[in-house]
């Protein structure tokens, strides 16, 4: 435990690097300095992308298999997600909804 | 770790270069301290409400308040988590509640065909490529979702050639 925590503090700084120097990296030089057109194009896809990624296998995977059923809680607990953002816009209603489609699943299903 | 970090504070390059013209003109200090603030929600209201051209030279003052609200809420509710967070049950599966807040950012995202197209591919290959160690199924959903999009984008009706 004590040998890995220098790992664990290690890594926290390095993503605190990471975020700051990403929000920085236009605005510190404070020059006229600009993203080339062929970077602007690709991110304009990488953040949807990215978080679709961290998304799907969060909600199809069960233990690390394809879980595609009405009784993966977490599958149909995204996909009412999904609906009510996508009819609400309300990031507080697609929680709630979405935790309590979980719930019902897991109570009827499990 | 530290690539899964890259990869989700890549957005954060995009507002960089949206608010670089707006402080420009201030201190260095100050363009250390707003960087450090920046958080999605602050980006988004700040877009929204000035543009580059507009010549306010003070909106930096609504950017640090909103930002220092956002913040104190951010630290108070870490601060919970780590030390009342064990006190929750682990059956409620409260941690789903992140990945359903990502759905909820994820939406407003999906502006366009082709950015969506592209996200739907990432999510494929994300499922596909789920086994693959140090998160390189992550790295190499983006990629394709990336790719996907700029076909789409070019293939497609121009619906969705504007800028972001």
Redesign the interface.
Same mark, same amino acid.
């Given at each position: 435990m004590a040998a890995e925590s220098w790992l664990v503090w290690a890594?926290i700084a390095?993503?605190a690097l990471? @975020? &700051?120097f990403?929000? !920085?990296? &236009?605005?510190?030089?404070?020059?006229?300095?600009?993203?080339p057109p062929t970077a602007?194009?690709?991110?304009?896809? @990488?953040? @949807?992308? !990215?978080?679709? !990624?961290?998304?799907?296998?969060?909600? !199809?995977?069960a233990h690390?298999a394809?879980s595609i059923s009405i009784e993966n809680?977490?599958l149909v607990?995204?996909l009412v @997600? &999904?609906a009510l953002?996508?009819a609400t816009?309300?990031?507080l209603a697609?929680?709630v909804g979405?935790?309590l489609a979980?719930t019902l699943v897991r109570q009827f299903a499990g | 770790?530290?690539a899964t970090?890259?990869?989700?504070?890549? %957005?954060?390059?995009?507002?960089?270069?949206v608010? $670089?013209?707006h402080?420009?003109h201030?201190p %260095?200090r100050w %363009?250390?301290l707003?960087?450090?603030v920046?958080v999605d929600g602050m980006f988004a209201l700040f877009a929204g409400r000035y543009r580059p051209d507009d010549g306010n030279r003070h909106n930096h003052w609504y950017f640090l308040g909103g930002s220092l609200v956002m913040w104190c809420a951010w630290q108070l509710s870490s601060g919970i988590g780590i030390f009342a967070g064990a006190m929750i049950p682990a059956e409620w599966?409260l941690e789903?509640?992140s990945?359903? $807040? *990502?759905?909820?950012? *994820?939406?407003? *995202? *999906?502006f366009d065909r082709?950015?969506?197209w +592209?996200?739907?591919? $990432? +999510?494929?290959?994300?499922?596909i490529a789920? %086994?693959l160690p140090l998160n390189l +199924?992550?790295l190499a959903?983006?990629a394709?979702?990336?790719a $996907?999009?700029?076909a789409v984008a070019r293939i497609g009706p121009r619906n969705g050639v504007g800028r972001?």
């Open positions: 890594l390095g993503m990471v @975020a &700051f990403t929000r !920085a990296i &236009f605005i510190l030089p404070g020059s006229h300095l600009r993203l602007e194009r690709v991110l304009r896809y @990488a953040p @949807a992308a !990215a978080i679709m !990624a961290i998304i799907v296998p969060d909600l !199809a995977l690390g394809l809680p977490r607990g995204g @997600a &999904f953002a996508a816009r309300s990031i697609t929680i979405g935790m979980l | 770790m530290i970090a890259l990869v989700v504070n890549l %957005r954060y390059v995009i507002y960089s270069a608010l $670089a013209p402080f420009e201030l %260095r %363009r250390v707003l960087s450090y920046t599966s789903f509640a990945t359903l $807040a *990502l759905i909820a950012l *994820l939406i407003p *995202l *999906l082709a950015v969506t +592209g996200a739907v591919a $990432a +999510g494929g290959v994300a499922l789920a %086994r +199924g992550l959903a983006i394709v979702g990336v $996907a999009g700029l972001v």
